[in-house]
């Protein structure tokens, strides 16, 4: 079957629901009753208790993942371990990378400094930017630590 044959079938189908559709004497009696059924539709009336049944539904959802979430004490004990080796990760690619840029660093130096506009002082500036974005990011994140542990002292 080609591509020709096929979008003659198409056709041939299109025209017949619309002949249904219009309610034509010569329209297929099949495609009548689709027609006669998409027109009339049966009607679908929500339950009076709707609402109520969804609200309780949602609340009871959430009353077991609560209830599941309390029987879990070995699930912390893992984050807590994730949470370490997260760390760990973390501090090798710092290592790698400072190990990276300590050796590779004078030839990218020396190229952003002909790249930039400002030369040698922008290399400055933009080192000095990007020292500030790190201090404010650790610092941050040394206080939200102080923070999570004088709470879980408490």
Not at 10 to 39: H, M
Not at 46 to 64: C, G, N
């Amino acid at each position: 079957m080609n591509q020709n044959d096929r979008e003659s079938i198409d056709e041939a189908r299109w025209q017949a629901q619309e002949k249904a559709r219009r309610g034509e004497p010569g329209a297929d009696a099949s495609e009548l009753r689709i027609a006669r059924a998409l027109r009339h539709a049966p009607r679908v009336d929500l339950p009076v208790d709707f609402a109520t049944t969804v609200a309780k539904s949602a609340a009871a959802q959430v009353a077991t993942l609560a209830r599941a979430q309390a029987l879990v004490p070995v699930v912390a004990e893992q984050s807590q371990m994730e949470q370490r080796l997260l760390r760990g990760l973390v501090l090798v690619f710092a290592l790698s990378a400072a190990v990276v840029v300590a050796w590779y660093g004078r030839g990218w130096v020396a190229e952003l400094a002909a790249v930039l506009p400002g030369g040698g002082d922008a290399v400055g500036w933009s080192a000095v930017a990007a020292l500030c974005v790190l201090g404010n990011w650790g610092f941050g994140a040394l206080r939200r630590q102080f923070e999570r542990g004088s709470h879980a002292a408490a």
